[in-house]
């Protein structure tokens, strides 16, 4: 009889794992569509077909269909706390996408963020070298509400002059931070909003300008 087991691990290790997406090869196809569309033209928000996919709180539906379409056992992931934290969350994540999952965020290629309001400074990520900046981290911030935050004007690759974006939450020094982040270009993070059901995106080669509150 083994010792100790509380009722909280008995009932992590009886609970059912959360399904994946109903029709892996056409939902992924769709979903990745849809990010590099975003990617490509920042500022722009795309709707995510999400169907029936329920993954375990606090990982979002957003969140988990972009991690089913990007994450693979090539890709280390690191999580913020509250995902961490989670037992159904990581053993959604690693039998899904067979992803490892590190505790050093510079040693991620992808990080899942469920309280951007309070996460870690974007300098914590890889940032990418000279010589190979594609290897920086993708940072995902989920829960975000968008066009009811202070706005940011952005410019540069993919917009045509420039375009307004507005999105929350995140932190104070938030848009400082990123503003720092896209100086670096070619080096620097890519970031990726996940809202309810759609999605948006800054790559690095983005100009921000921080605009009056």
């Excluded at 280390?76 to 590190?102: C, E, G, N, Y």
């Excluded at 896209?182 to 309810?196: H, K, M, S, Y």
Aim: hydrophobic residues 40%.
């Amino acid at each position: 009889m083994e010792p100790s087991i509380t009722t909280e691990n008995r009932a992590i290790r009886t609970a059912p794992l959360a399904a994946g997406f109903a029709d892996p090869v056409h939902d992924a196809q769709g979903c990745f569509r849809a990010i590099m569309d975003v990617m490509a033209r920042p500022g722009t928000r795309k709707t995510l077909e999400l169907g029936k996919l329920t993954p375990p709180a606090p990982l979002t539906p957003a969140a988990a269909a972009i991690a089913l379409t990007l994450f693979d056992y090539d890709t280390p992931v690191w999580l913020d706390r509250p995902l961490m934290q989670s037992d159904a969350v990581k053993a959604f994540l690693r039998f899904h996408t067979v992803a490892p999952i590190l505790s050093e965020p510079v040693e991620a290629a992808f990080a899942l963020v469920s309280e951007p309001g309070s996460m870690i400074p974007l300098t914590s990520f890889n940032q990418g070298s000279a010589e190979y900046p594609d290897e920086s981290t993708t940072v995902i911030l989920t829960g975000q509400v968008f066009g009811k935050a202070q706005a940011v004007t952005l410019e540069g690759p993919g917009i045509k002059e420039k375009i307004s974006f507005s999105t929350g939450p995140t932190p104070p020094i938030f848009w400082d931070q990123v503003v720092s982040n896209n100086r670096q270009f070619p080096r620097g993070i890519d970031l990726v909003f996940a809202g309810e059901k759609e999605i948006a995106a800054l790559p690095r080669s983005t100009r921000i300008t921080l605009t009056e509150a």
